[in-house]
């Protein structure tokens, strides 16, 4: 605890391509556990758990691994010497409340995805989320990470974000390209997530597959949780068009 706050801390990793993405995480708030995983078709079939307990998930070092009646996923992620993390420190709330985050995008993730008794190899494009803090009593964001490629053939990937580590400098802000970093100009997002601006130029379009969707009131807390997986097209800041894109838009309002 601190001022009052219990420290809230997650992973979400996520792993995107043409044909199939998925998602696994685990978070705390407190003393109180939480671990999920999806898997997302281009059709729109969607199969997902969230649970207390382990979820039939495996979330360790560079892998993913679910052994579920619905699904059996085991993917690991490549290091990639040459993609830079984005780490950053804000404040949150009124007193001495922080948040921390550290983002990194455009991994190589390679293995395989069983669904209704259907084994096949993925090659996808994986992100990683550590987040923690002791954030505001209320916080509401919106967010997007993707990955994807420019039409001038150069691997890109984004994480963009209002609400939360949006200062106008030092923020969580990041356009990747061929794994190099840079801060971005602040997000605005549609309210219903179907595009995101970013002032100085860029707006990407998104078009939605199926959504991870889930609601909260218990106790002292309070959330309205919407995660959908999709396609992006538009121009990242900076000029690169994409000639493909795939990642999440996600909106966030908790009382914690």
Not at 112 to 138: K, P
Not at 191 to 214: C, I, K, P
Not at 229 to 241: D, H, I, Q, S, V
């Amino acid at each position: 605890m601190r001022a009052g706050r219990p420290l809230k801390r997650w992973r979400w990793v996520g792993a995107f391509g043409p044909d199939l993405m998925l998602c696994a995480g685990e978070a705390r708030i407190g003393p109180l556990p939480q671990r999920w995983w999806a898997v997302v078709e281009r059709d729109g079939a969607l199969i997902e758990r969230t649970s207390v307990g382990s979820a039939g998930l495996s979330l360790a070092g560079d892998a993913v691994r679910v052994e579920s009646r619905r699904a059996r996923i085991d993917v690991r992620f490549e290091a990639d010497p040459g993609c830079q993390a984005v780490e950053v420190v804000s404040p949150s709330g009124s007193g001495d409340g922080w948040v921390w985050t550290r983002k990194l995008a455009g991994l190589p993730a390679r293995g395989t995805v069983e669904l209704r008794g259907r084994r096949r190899a993925v090659e996808l494009a994986a992100v990683i989320d550590d987040s923690a803090g002791y954030h505001a009593r209320h916080t509401a964001w919106r967010w997007t990470i993707g990955v994807g490629r420019a039409e001038t053939g150069e691997r890109v990937a984004w994480n963009l974000v209002a609400g939360v580590h949006e200062g106008a400098a030092a923020s969580e802000r990041t356009v990747w390209v061929d794994g190099a970093e840079a801060e971005v100009g602040a997000a605005r997002f549609a309210a219903d997530l179907s595009r995101v601006e970013v002032d100085g130029g860029g707006t990407l379009d998104f078009t939605e597959w199926a959504a991870r969707e889930h609601r909260t009131n218990v106790l002292v807390m309070r959330s309205a949780y919407r995660q959908p997986f999709g396609t992006f097209a538009g121009e990242l800041p900076g000029g690169l068009r994409l000639a493909e894109g795939y990642g999440v838009m996600e909106e966030h309002d908790v009382r914690w």
